[in-house]
């Protein structure tokens, strides 16, 4: 599945959409360094600004947008419950 691109609100704000479809996972802030080099912030997507948190700081935009993860905790759940048992997926072990 390939990632879907930053979606560019102004010049200096991306949002990044994963699984969720109805709100940003993460927003993406330009901002300069003191050196006046382009530095892009990740900070986890949140309803109210003062609940959004940085995640991370990085030299581009790519980096920034490989940087946001997919929520993968119901695919985790689901193997977890499909594949408990004892590993040779007989009967209980050391009976």
């Given at each position: 599945?390939?990632?879907?691109?930053?979606?560019?609100?102004?010049?200096?704000?991306?949002?990044?959409?994963?699984?969720?479809?109805?709100?940003?996972?993460?927003?993406?802030?330009?901002?300069?360094?003191?050196?006046?080099?382009?530095?892009?912030?990740?900070?986890?997507?949140?309803l109210d600004p003062s609940q959004r948190r940085?995640?991370?700081?990085f030299a581009t935009l790519e980096q920034a947008?490989?940087?946001?993860?997919?929520?993968?905790?119901?695919?985790?759940?689901?193997?977890?419950?499909?594949?408990?048992?004892?590993?040779?997926?007989?009967?209980?072990?050391?009976?």
């Amino acid at each position: 599945m390939s990632r879907p691109a930053p979606i560019r609100l102004d010049g200096d704000t991306w949002v990044i959409m994963r699984s969720a479809t109805d709100h940003p996972t993460a927003i993406v802030n330009r901002v300069t360094d003191t050196a006046g080099k382009a530095r892009f912030l990740v900070l986890k997507w949140a309803l109210d600004p003062s609940q959004r948190r940085m995640t991370g700081i990085f030299a581009t935009l790519e980096q920034a947008d490989a940087s946001v993860l997919y929520d993968n905790t119901a695919h985790i759940a689901h193997a977890q419950r499909k594949t408990a048992g004892p590993p040779n997926g007989g009967g209980p072990l050391h009976t």
